[in-house]
């Protein structure tokens, strides 16, 4: 397995760390599923990022599927917060 230290990859699993950390505390402050939902898709997003970094290509199936998952969670967030579901009124 070869190491791969590309700039632009390392960055976006950089700025996926920062967004889990941001979603997960807005969620333990507020209790917003949103944020929670956010913060699981980037953490999707930067097991993907990782995984390029320690040599798997981007088109292995298990790259394919965390990251079809991550957009399926971030659409089921979405969708829920349209139908105005989490709304705490």
């Known amino acids: 397995m070869t ?3 590309d700039p632009v990859t ?6 996926c760390i920062i967004i889990v ?9 507020k209790e917003s599923l949103i944020a929670l939902y956010i913060a699981i ?3 999707l997003f930067g097991i993907a ?4 970094i320690l040599g798997v290509k981007s088109s292995n199936i298990f790259l394919l ?10 659409i089921y967030a979405l969708y829920k ?3 105005g579901h989490w709304n705490k009124e």
Not at 49 to 52: T, V
Not at 65 to 74: E, K
């Open 21 to 29: 950390g941001l979603g997960y505390w807005e969620y333990r402050k």
């Open 41 to 43: 898709t980037f953490c």
């Open 3 to 5: 190491i791969i230290l």
């Open 49 to 52: 990022h990782l995984g390029i």
């Open 81 to 83: 917060t349209a139908l």
């Open 65 to 74: 599927t965390i990251r079809s998952l991550a957009y399926l969670v971030i």
């Open 10 to 15: 390392i960055l976006n699993l950089f700025f």
